[in-house]
């Protein structure tokens, strides 16, 4: 292949993922606002005709959105949407075209709750299992986190807050809650994208991130559980407050 063909092979590819990438995202952003309710039957040329783009490109992304759940392919019958209760829920890209939906506070809920019982435990398994120097480095991020959320600086405090949370999963020494990072970092991310959380942290959000951190430093299982409860339910409470601010109660 010559240096001119390889380039145009590089360029046609890189164009075909950005149309992929284009129409996934307006399909499953679609599908999970309700937009393609359950039940739905689309046609490949419909779908090559809606958003020009070749039938390869719509079989790639109807192959990623049927490994989410989100669509079923039958036989004399079609691509039909799928109901919530199939969807890969788990499946971050999944999570943030929900949070990208008006069902945004109530995904914000679901993934809340199953933070609630997963990192409180995850908490006390790390003041147990943490190694010496780690505990060190949480204490440490816990302080960078409080000096980022003082300064008002929401872009490095999302940063820290994500590794924050990570780390303590992590250190709990379960490889299933150590997976549940990228739901946290995605909930995380939207609670800052979607203005779900103040410019200046709550000194009583700060606080409690500390706590945890000292907590499992000095092997305070309790302590450590409690205080990530509080943190979780002071979240929610913050989002459900500044998102009653700004939209109809109806929607919610």
């Known amino acids: 292949m010559t240096q001119s063909s390889a380039r145009a092979a590089t360029q046609h590819a890189s164009a075909e993922a950005g149309l992929h990438a284009r129409v996934l995202d307006h399909l499953g952003t679609a599908i999970c606002d309700g937009e393609l309710a359950a039940g739905a ?3 490949i040329d419909d779908l090559v005709e809606r958003f020009q783009v070749s039938r390869s490109v719509i079989r790639e992304v109807l192959r990623v959105l049927a490994s989410m759940g989100l669509i079923e392919t039958r036989r004399r019958v ?3 949407i799928q109901p919530p209760e199939v969807w890969s829920v788990f ?3 999944v999570i943030r ?3 990208a939906s008006g069902a945004r ?3 914000m809920r679901s993934i809340t709750e199953l933070r609630t019982a997963i990192e409180p435990h995850a908490a006390w398994l790390a003041a147990e299992r943490i190694g010496d120097d780690e505990a060190s480095e949480l204490v440490g991020l816990a302080a960078k986190m409080w000096a980022a959320g003082k ?4 872009a490095r405090f999302l940063s820290l807050d994500i590794e924050f949370h990570r780390r303590v999963l992590v250190a709990s020494g379960n490889e299933m809650f150590a997976k549940l990072q990228l739901i946290v970092a995605e909930v995380l991310a939207g ?3 979607y203005h779900l959380m103040p410019h200046h942290p709550h000194e009583r959000a700060l606080q409690l991130h500390t706590d945890v951190a000292h907590a499992i430093q000095r092997r305070d299982g309790d302590r450590a559980r409690q205080a990530m409860v509080d943190i979780m339910e002071q979240g929610f409470a913050e989002m459900n407050s500044m998102w009653g601010r700004t939209t109809d109660p109806d929607d919610r």
């Open 41 to 43: 039957v689309l046609s």
């Open 78 to 80: 079609g691509i039909m």
């Open 91 to 93: 499946d971050p890209q």
């Open 97 to 99: 075209w929900r949070l």
């Open 105 to 107: 506070m109530a995904q």
């Open 151 to 154: 300064a008002g600086d929401e």
């Open 191 to 193: 609670r800052h994208h």
